[in-house]
């Protein structure tokens, strides 16, 4: 028997693809959006003065930049419940912890990104807001990050779509997303090909367009010619 | 007039030491600085003039030594009748009389030229934007620059920027102005302007100005007073008129001599 592409079942299984590819896609905005604050954080924690503020952050950005996500997303899952039974309640939602596990992990990416695009902004700003007798608070919001952060945002772009192609390990705490629902659905027919080739062709389209809007946003932010 | 009611200097540096690593940049300056007085400091790179202005500032820490604002320590406060490092609070407070013109000029490049202006006033002196924006747009008007608030820094030249970096000083209303070699990084032709600007100030005001500047030319005619800085001390504290006709240190005739000759 030959095998042959069943565009009839591409339409049966498309709608509830999609919907699976919602959740995909919410994973990606929460975590994504964990990981900026999270990653800005933990930037301005490894700044302080003080050895016992900066040096846990060191230790945190080290420590999850060493160990694969998905066994910080097995460690998150299912350890850290038994270990503390009082916060338990909060992990035991797999859509929870994996939003948890991809923005903790990638704030420590977005945190090196950060970093890069605070060392860049000259000396000389920072001199001028204290010369204004700005406070620490104020130098950082009116003066620094508006300038560290346009210059990054094209790799802070580029981890927002590795993020996002790495939302399908959620798979393996049994979050509802698109390769959960490709892997069900190809399981119940014996059918895996359309179903992982549209999860395929998802990921592709949403990629390409995600890196042409970052493209557009840089040219939006970026500063007049010098 | 008895001591205790003898109003203190504005400015006061008492044993100022400053040291990067082994090198000593400033090595015991004493000097008062009364209130309104219009200081140039003058001598060969490296000697310390800069460093001086960073400390009042508080962009550098001093290795030694005290600074007194108004009587009031900078650096240090008194804690149960004892005197330990100043906090934060303790030295912004006495930074807000203080302002600094930098010869980068340091503005912000991501704001338009009247938020440069208005940004501190509002968000340090607490103005309301109405406020900030008058006071920015009468100072942007004495510096000339009526026409370009809504530039960014980047289509102003050096001598614009620099006009506008004043402005935003000026509009802190501080009373101790601290420029740094202002006109250093402009183009020969643009360094009069700036100068003019500096006397108008000067004139129009009661503001305290410590001028870092190799406009000898500026220190002699409308400073009121003038330091030679050499080697981390002051060599030379003297009245303008006498420290370019009649210096009373070698060092001194010989810096000036070089420098004169460079811009006669």
Known sequence: ???????????????????????????????????????????????????IISWPAHFTVEFIRSTPLLVQLFFIYFVLPIQLPDFGGMFTSAFVTGVLALGLHYS??????????????????????????????????????????????????????????????????????????????????????EAFTIVGALFLIVSLISAWLIRRMERWTALPAQ | MSDSTEKPPIIRFQGLEKAFGDLKVLQGIDIDIPEGQCVSIIGPSGSGKSTLLRVLMTLEEPTGGRVEVEGESLYTMKRNGEEVPASRAHISRIRRKICMVFQHFNLFPHMKVIRNVTEAPIHVLGLSKREARERAESYLEMVGLSDKLNAYPAQLSGGQKQRVAIARALAMRPKIMLFDEITSALDPELVGGVLDLLREIKESGDMTMLIVTHEMKFARDSSDRVLFFDEGVIREDSDPKRIFTNPEHDRTRQFLDTILSEQA
């Open chain 1, 1 to 51: 028997m030959e095998w042959q592409w069943d565009w009839a079942l591409v339409g049966h299984i498309l709608p509830e693809l999609a919907r699976a590819f919602r959740v995909t896609i919410a994973a990606t905005v929460f975590g994504f959006s964990l990981a900026l604050v999270g990653g800005l954080l933990l930037t301005i924690l490894r700044r302080s003065r003080w050895k």
């Open chain 1, 108 to 193: 420590s990416y977005t945190s090196e990104v950060y970093r890069a695009g605070i060392d860049g902004v000259p000396k000389g700003q920072w001199e001028a807001a204290a010369a204004l007798n700005m406070s620490r608070g104020r130098t950082w919001t009116s003066v620094v990050l508006p300038q560290a952060i346009p210059p990054v945002l094209p790799a802070l772009g580029n981890y927002l779509i590795a993020m996002f192609k790495d939302t399908p390990l959620l798979y393996a705490i049994s979050v509802a997303e698109v390769l959960t629902a490709a892997y069900q659905i190809g399981s119940q027919r014996f059918q895996y090909v």
